[in-house]
């Protein structure tokens, strides 16, 4: 047992189609001032936040995760499929709502990494009112990998016609420039290490150019973060982000790669990234509690 899980507390969310979803608590330190909700990212699992989650449970916050369908200790057949993200959208749903019955009343904030950045910006957009703030690390916007033209023509209907196979494998070393970050994730048993499925890739594209064209509609105010070195998720995505939206504060962390909360210590990117987020949503939870 790691000691990410050691002080999350595991429980099963129960999703409106009866899927029994792997999810974890953070409990607040003392009395809870707010709520966060946690989205993860493609391929891995939400202990993998679990950095985050226990920082900002030491500041009052109570954090709230689950492993989405097809990934982590959640169930799916075909381990890394996405089809589209109406039942993760759903799923978040019910997490909010079995957050809320645990504490009442506090102000709720979403957090997502990557792919699930692309989640939580696009609950933001459709649920704006249920939120307090919205933080996004490195969203999948836009593909940092330059794709041919004709791949994309053809990727839909590959997709349709082969919705789980592997295309393209993301490698360990492009999430960290940490070698120990880069083992730690290529070791893990729960993450997906395939390549990643033609329904999630197709997903994953159509939803971020989509989200981009709605930007300008956002109605709650956002963070971002995002590592100048990111070779996954283009920068250039989350900057077309901010300058669709005032409500989106963009920090570009310099040399950052794609997971700044796991990059190399000794950069000081993780801490950076960590005090941005933490402090973002500290000065919220102050004007809340003054509101």
Not at 77 to 105: I, K, M, N, Q, Y
Not at 129 to 150: M, N, Q, T
Request: negative net charge; hydrophobic residues 45%; charged residues 20%.
């Amino acid at each position: 047992m790691t000691t990410m899980e050691q002080t999350a507390e595991r429980f099963d969310l129960h999703a409106l189609d009866g899927e029994a979803l792997a999810a974890y608590r953070w409990p607040a330190a003392g009395a809870a001032r707010g709520v966060l909700l946690v989205l993860h990212g493609y391929a891995e699992h939400a202990l993998r936040h679990g950095g985050l989650a226990t920082a900002a449970a030491a500041a009052g916050i109570d954090v709230w995760a689950f492993d989405q369908r097809n990934h982590g200790r959640s169930p799916g057949a075909v381990r890394g499929s996405v089809d589209g993200f109406e039942a993760t959208l759903g799923d978040v749903a019910v997490l909010r709502e079995r957050a809320l019955a645990a504490s009442p009343g506090l102000p709720t904030f979403l957090f997502g990494h990557s792919m699930g950045g692309a989640i939580a910006l696009r609950y933001a957009l459709e649920r704006p009112a249920e939120l307090a703030g919205l933080v996004l690390s490195a969203p999948f916007l836009r593909d940092a990998v330059a794709r041919p033209a004709w791949l994309l023509r053809l990727a839909r209907p590959l997709a349709r016609l082969f919705p789980t196979l592997p295309t393209t494998k993301l490698p360990p070393s492009a999430i960290s420039r940490s070698g120990a970050e880069v083992r730690r994730y290529a070791e893990d048993p729960l993450i997906y290490h395939g390549g990643v499925r033609a329904d999630a890739g197709v997903t994953l594209l159509e939803q971020g150019a989509a989200l981009l064209e709605r930007a300008p509609g956002l109605a709650v105010d956002t963070l971002v973060v995002h590592g100048s070195g990111d070779a996954v998720a283009a920068l250039a995505g989350s900057r077309e982000l901010a300058a669709a939206s005032p409500r989106v504060e963009l920090q570009v962390l310099e040399g950052g790669s794609h997971e700044l909360h796991h990059d190399d210590p000794a950069s000081g990117v993780p801490e950076r990234a960590r005090r941005a987020v933490l402090d973002w949503l500290a000065a919220r939870l102050v004007a809340s509690e003054h509101a």
